[in-house]
């Protein structure tokens, strides 16, 4: 009996071991999520995405990604419902690809209110090497409408992330995207 109780403490120490390691990774995803929201902000106020490419994987790639792009709903009410669509099947190849469509996307923004990046689902975890997670991305921001007067926008996006450690990249938290799909979004906007 004595050597089953060592046995069933020994069973529960490695769990709670493993336990803290996934803790541990969810926190660290956690803080390179807030780092790219970060980056995102800077971004867009100085005009220059590198810092924001930083968070891409220089081995990054995403075939048969597409184009993403926002598709007026049809609606005839004071707000207006945009779908975030795939359009194409273009690869993107490198980080560099991103570059284009951030200055296209962030480019239609006269100013970003804030942005909130968090985890919304990790559908796999190896803890210190690779991630695979649904990224809630909510940006409330302005964008310029008719008549020269801003539009208040939220945009509601989910992506799927392909994380790799990257230990020595402090400056986003030691993780970096390899792979991004679009799950699902959705753009509000109104006066």
């Not at 541990?24 to 590198?50: E, H, P, R, W």
Request: proline content about 2%.
């Amino acid at each position: 009996a004595t050597v089953g109780f060592w046995l069933l403490l020994h069973s529960m120490a490695r769990a709670d071991a493993e336990h803290a390691r996934f803790l541990a990774c969810g926190k660290s995803v956690n803080g390179f999520l807030k780092l790219y929201a970060s980056a995102v902000k800077q971004a867009k106020s100085t005009g220059d995405y590198d810092g924001l490419l930083a968070f891409y994987s220089a081995d990054f790639r995403s075939p048969s990604r597409g184009r993403w792009r926002l598709v007026p709903q049809d609606d005839s009410s004071d707000w207006e419902l945009s779908d975030l669509t795939i359009t194409g099947d273009d690869s993107f190849e490198d980080r560099d690809a991103l570059r284009e469509e951030f200055a296209n996307y962030f480019g239609t923004f006269t100013a970003v209110d804030g942005l909130i990046c968090k985890i919304n689902l990790i559908e796999h975890a190896e803890p210190d090497h690779r991630v695979v997670l649904t990224v809630k991305h909510v940006l409330d921001g302005r964008v310029q409408g008719v008549a020269s007067s801003d539009m208040l926008v939220q945009d509601r996006f989910f992506f799927r992330w392909h994380l790799a450690s990257d230990p020595g990249s402090e400056a986003t938290g030691g993780w970096k995207i390899v792979r991004d799909e679009l799950v699902e979004g959705v753009r509000v906007a109104g006066r």
